[in-house]
T-cell receptor, first 114, second 109 residues
């Protein structure tokens, strides 16, 4: 069963540290999304890529967050420096281009910044 | 911000009862997708609705898209404990999927 793989599953770090989250999309999928989930804000879209090109990162705090796809098998989301308000579950999802194509989510990275 | 609004935010259901959760938009939606997230899990795709007035069924789940394509509903009959979780509707617009706040369902046996 093909699935989206995210690492790490859990990350606890101190404020000010750099955090890197990784995602391996399903082979053949050409769109990758990063979402952040909190109790207060729900599922927020941070960034998305199509064919590895960033199309929209308007949901992402630009000063500290960055998202990249160095190749088709890897997407990264980096926070530098991290802050306690960044504590959340970060999901990566991949899909095929086209209206109505379902997204396949990874298990998420639960980030805690102290 | 979110384009789709979901109500209710919480639904506490007696096992065996039916319930409905709603997804509303002020603008016309191109299509609607529904996802389910179990506690501690990740969202899992359930279904997509595209056509005005479309109705689709998956066992005890019935999904409907409004005639004006501004609302959608999910109706679950004979609720079971396996139905526990948060149900999200999501609007696929401009090749982005934007999620509603979800309806969190708990079931009492």
């Amino acid at each position: 069963d093909a699935r989206v793989t995210q690492t790490p599953r859990h990350k606890v770090t101190e404020m000010g540290q750099e955090v890197t989250m990784r995602c391996q999309p399903i082979l053949g999928h050409n769109t990758v999304f990063w979402y952040r989930q909190t109790m207060m804000q729900g599922l927020e879209l941070l960034a998305y890529f199509r064919n590895r090109a960033p199309l929209d990162d308007s949901g992402m705090p630009k000063d500290r967050f960055s998202a990249e796809m160095p190749d088709a098998t890897l997407a990264t989301l980096k926070i530098q420096p991290s802050e306690p308000r960044d504590s959340a579950v970060y999901f990566c999802a991949s899909g095929l281009m086209g209206i109505g194509s379902p997204l396949h989510f990874g298990n998420g990275t639960r980030l805690t910044v102290t | 911000g979110q384009q789709v609004m979901q109500i209710p935010q919480y639904q506490h259901v007696q096992e065996g009862e039916d319930f409905t959760t709603y997804c509303n938009s002020s603008t016309t939606l191109s299509n609607i997708q529904w996802y389910k997230q179990r506690p501690g899990g990740h969202p899992v795709f359930l279904i997509q609705l595209v056509k005005s007035g479309e109705v689709k069924k998956q066992k005890r789940l019935t999904f409907q898209f409004g005639e004006a394509k501004k609302n959608s509903s999910l109706h679950i009959t004979a609720t079971q404990t396996t139905d526990v979780g948060t149900y999200f509707c999501a609007d696929f617009n401009d090749y982005k999927l934007s999620f509603g706040a979800g309806t969190t369902v708990t079931v009492r046996a």
